[in-house]
């Protein structure tokens, strides 16, 4: 999709929204702060409440989604926390995906927390993405650690590579990472948005890392 003025971005990404088979955004309210884009309102499930910031990144233009949506499932979609407890630990074992064999969730009021030790950040997702399309879920709290600090030479080999599929030369590229424990912080300049998101996605397959700080900015 081409470039997406900035005083249209509200009424583009409602029509996406309302487009997309996966979502009922029948509640939900966009706003638009000079291409930040915030949705408010609710929706019947988590899995909505994800796919619809993906809907909103999909615009030109969208340089910052602000997901301030609800869940608020249907009555007859609602689980007591014992029960909900017991999904999510039974679809954490079922995943299949090792390294989530010491991880655990546990249910407060619709809300799933998630703790334990991970060595990579896949892992992390993969956790996530085991119990976010279970019946009753409002959010997901993520309080699972990393059994060591982020390897600096790991980061940027990662960050190289991207950079690599991108067709970046490399008397081109003007991006540097920096780590702090398990941060990354990422700055300089990139031309695109595909460029973009490569050097952050890549930054998070890194070892240990639980959080990038992305200050890139795209020269177009």
Not at 196 to 220: F, K, M, Q, R, Y
């Amino acid at each position: 999709m081409g470039r997406t003025n900035t005083k249209d971005i509200r009424k583009v990404v409602e029509a996406e929204l309302s487009s997309d088979p996966l979502v009922d955004a029948s509640g939900i309210s966009v706003r638009n702060f000079n291409g930040a884009v915030a949705r408010t309102g609710t929706v019947p499930s988590y899995r909505q409440y994800l796919e619809a910031a993906e809907a909103a990144w999909r615009i030109a233009g969208v340089s910052h989604v602000r997901n301030e949506l609800e869940v608020a499932p249907s009555p007859e979609n609602c689980r007591d926390d014992a029960k909900l407890t017991t999904a999510a630990n039974n679809a954490l074992a079922a995943s299949g995906t090792t390294g989530l064999e010491g991880v655990v969730a546990t249910a407060r009021n619709g809300n799933l927390t998630l703790t334990g030790r991970v060595k990579y950040h896949r892992h992390r997702a993969a956790a996530e993405a085991a119990v976010s399309g279970l019946t009753g879920v409002r959010n997901i709290k993520d309080r699972i650690e990393f059994v060591f600090d982020v390897d600096p030479a790991d980061v940027n080999q990662l960050v190289g590579k991207a950079l690599d599929r991108q067709q970046v030369p490399p008397d081109d590229r003007r991006v540097t990472a920096t780590t702090d424990g398990n941060m990354v912080v990422l700055q300089g300049t990139v031309q695109t948005r595909a460029q973009h998101d490569a050097v952050v996605s890549a930054t998070w397959l890194g070892n240990g890392v639980v959080a990038v700080i992305d200050e890139l900015e795209i020269t177009g």
